[in-house]
C-alpha cells in the first residue's frame, strides 16, 4: 500500500517535472531537418548544425550559428583587406571597396552585433528583423557581376565567402522564427 503509494507519489513528481521542462520550448531538442528545409541550402545547414559542439536546442544552436556567421562576416572582411591593395584592375578594386563597406562595421559585422545583442535580450523580433537586413545585403558581391559591363566578373574567392554568410544567415532566420513561436 504505503509502496503503491509512493510509486504513484514519484510518477507526479516526474510528471510534473516533464511538465515544466517542456514548457520552456527553447530547451528542447530541435529537429535539425525541419529546422534547415526552408534555408538557403538544406544540406549545408544540416551539415552546420549537426556538427555544433553543444546541445542541440534552439538556444544553443542559435548562438552557435550567430558566432558562426561573424567568423564568416570577419573572414569575409579580412579578405577584401587582402584583394584591395593587390587589385589591378581599378573596376575590380571599386568593386571590393562598395563591399567591403557592405561587409564592414556599418554593414553586415554592425548586423551581426544586432542580432547578437537582441538574441541576449530575448528579442526574437529585433533578432528577426536584424537577420533581414544582413540576409538582404550583398547580392552584387555574391554574383560577382558587374552591372552594365557583360562578361565582367570577380574572379576571387569573395563571390563564395559572401554566399557562405547568405546561407548562414539564412539559418538564423528559420531559429529565430521558431524562437519567436517557442
Ligand atoms: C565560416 O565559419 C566557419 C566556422 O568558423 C568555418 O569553419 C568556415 O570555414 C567559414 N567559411 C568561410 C567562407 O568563411
Redesign the pocket.
Known amino acids: 500500500m504505503t509502496n503503491t503509494f509512493s510509486s504513484v507519489l514519484s510518477s507526479l513528481v516526474l510528471a510534473f517535472i516533464l511538465f515544466v521542462a517542456s514548457s520552456d520550448a527553447t530547451n528542447k531538442i530541435v529537429d535539425i531537418s525541419e529546422i534547415c528545409k526552408t534555408t538557403v541550402t538544406p544540406s549545408f545547414c544540416s551539415a552546420l548544425l549537426n556538427s555544433s559542439p553543444g546541445g542541440k536546442d534552439l538556444v544553443s544552436l542559435s548562438q552557435y550559428i550567430i558566432d ?1 556567421d561573424r ?2 562576416v570577419t ?2 572582411i579580412t579578405l577584401l583587406k587582402s584583394l584591395i591593395p593587390k587589385s589591378k584592375d581599378p573596376k575590380l578594386t571599386a568593386h571590393y571597396k562598395d563591399c567591403l563597406d557592405i561587409y564592414g562595421e556599418e554593414g553586415a559585422l554592425g548586423d551581426v552585433d544586432d542580432i547578437q545583442r537582441a538574441f541576449k535580450m530575448k528579442d526574437y523580433l529585433g533578432m528577426n528583423i536584424h537577420a533581414s537586413a544582413l540576409f538582404d545585403r550583398g547580392e552584387d558581391c555574391i554574383s560577382g557581376e558587374f552591372p552594365g559591363q557583360p562578361g565582367v566578373h570577380d574572379p576571387s574567392l569573395l563571390p ?2 559572401a554566399f ?1 554568410v547568405k546561407q548562414v544567415t539564412s539559418i538564423i532566420l528559420v531559429l529565430s522564427n521558431d524562437l519567436r513561436g517557442a
Open positions: 558562426v567568423a564568416n573572414n569575409t563564395k565567402y557562405v
